[in-house]
């Protein structure tokens, strides 16, 4: 919850002092208490999203290119100029490529593609140029 809350209370007892009872020549007294002392606090509050992403690949011994790998975090997708949660499976050894963009705010499924890897051709930095 975002916002701001102040206020006072006797330093004394704890007891909420309504300063309104104040005046020029001096502190209104504690109810309970008769106490002029007094605490005041002021409370802030702001909410933050964090968002953060994780990456695994697998390789067989001695081969340079992993057979395995797996991204999912946020991307920004400059289509829709935002932050965009962006999923994306490469299984060589199981010949599928899976990838899924979602929209963080909605839910709703920007792009869904689960396909074999190897009918996976002419996409991001494949495409043929005009």
Partial sequence: MNGTSSGSVCADCDCPIDESADNPAGRATCSKCGGTN????????????????????????????????????PSYSHRQSKQVLHERVIDRDGDRYFEKVTDYESGDTIHHSDELLSEHRNHGSAKKKP
């Fill in 38 to 73: 007094r605490i005041h606090y002021l409370s802030i509050s702001d909410t933050a999203i964090a968002r953060d992403g994780i990456g695994i690949q697998a390789n067989h011994l001695g081969q340079k290119k992993p057979y395995f790998e797996s991204k999912q975090g």
